[in-house]
């Protein structure tokens, strides 16, 4: 996809409409019945049921994604009037070429080549694209899918896991990840793929995507985490610190201390305390013990490992406290543990 396809004829009435109508501001967010007769004028010049579909206020994961597939790849028309929408489904919004807005409840989202926008379900959102040079591809996922692939993939991250969980589900603010890319070649080349494999009938066809679409998050994540700007949910501004705070707790939450943290990070202790609390609705101190009892139950059951080495190994120095903290989340001992998980 080196070479950017010329406008549509769907994409050139459209435009023509745009030019001819400017006081409708059809860049602009609005419902769609302001707009279906655009629609309408537009869409009806071809027989393609699933772009028909797509004018629906409310898309569901059937309209767009195969039966036999997890992940579709759909082509965002240049100059579609920017209506209101909501889907059951996770999106990620690529900008390949150019630039759009997407636009979240009261809130405008300008994005570049090379932008990528993880969206959750059931956000109302409009995505505003009019220029010839834009070339947007929505990738549309399962949430059985995008849980595996994405949440799979922090599996041993708890802090960073309990955080994203934290965006996705437990908050009725603005869900949303926005990572600047830079126009990675490597992150292009694997969408690219999965796109070009998405339209071919072969064997194997939705395991591969599956696989490209793992590749992506890990590429994603290993390369541009430090690149995520956040939609302030969890900050009364969108700290480029976040990262590297949970990044760093996870890496050290044997013996990580608040003091610690405020030391390296330039915070005070109540800063980084609500920073926390905020990002992963745990405190500082649930999350190291949730680290902590975590390890702990691993190497219950994977090691043979004595209970009280187990205590050392995981940064406790009193092995009562150790006892007494399992218990209260597993509701047995740690040698109960090991008995009934072995």
């Not at 869409?43 to 059937?62: G, R």
């Not at 501004?237 to 760093?248: C, G, K, V, W």
Request: some cysteine; proline content about 3%; glycine content about 2%.
């Amino acid at each position: 996809m080196n070479h950017f396809p010329q406008l549509t004829p769907i994409e050139n009435k459209l435009k023509q409409i745009y030019q001819q109508s400017p006081k409708r501001s059809l860049q602009e967010p609005c419902d769609r019945e302001d707009v279906m007769d655009v629609l309408l004028a537009s869409y009806t010049i071809t027989n393609d049921n699933n772009i028909t579909k797509s004018l629906t206020t409310h898309i569901d994961e059937q309209t767009f994604i195969l039966e036999n597939m997890d992940i579709s790849f759909v082509r965002h028309a240049r100059y579609t009037p920017a209506f209101w929408h909501r889907h059951d489904f996770f999106e990620i919004i690529f900008v390949q070429n150019g630039t759009c807005t997407n636009y979240v409840l009261d809130r405008s989202i300008p994005m570049r080549t090379g932008d990528i926008c993880i969206m959750a379900p059931d956000v109302t959102h409009s995505l505003s694209a009019f220029h010839d040079e834009d070339y947007i591809i929505n990738i549309l996922i399962r949430k059985s899918t995008f849980e595996q692939s994405f949440f799979g993939l922090l599996d041993s991250d708890t802090i960073l896991s309990d955080f994203f969980k934290r965006t996705f589900y437990q908050t009725s603010e603005i869900p949303y990840l926005l990572f600047h890319s830079e126009n990675d070649p490597v992150l292009t080349d694997l969408i690219e793929r999965a796109y070009a494999e998405c339209g071919q009938q072969k064997r194997y066809r939705k395991q591969m995507v599956n696989t490209l679409l793992s590749l992506f998050f890990i590429n994603l994540f290993r390369r541009h985490e430090q690149h995520i700007e956040f939609s302030n949910i969890h900050l009364n501004s969108a700290d480029e610190n976040l990262m590297y705070i949970l990044r760093y707790m996870q890496a050290n939450f044997k013996t990580v201390s608040l003091k610690e943290l405020s030391n390296l990070f330039n915070y005070s202790e109540r800063q980084l305390q609500r920073i926390i609390q905020s990002a992963t609705g745990h405190t500082f101190i649930e999350n190291i013990q949730n680290q902590k009892m975590k390890l702990a139950s691993e190497l219950l059951i994977h090691s043979t490992l004595s209970v009280s080495e187990i205590s050392e190994r995981i940064g406790f120095q009193s092995l009562n406290n150790f006892r007494k903290i399992f218990f209260k989340y597993f509701n047995m001992t740690p040698s109960e543990y090991r008995r009934a998980n072995i």
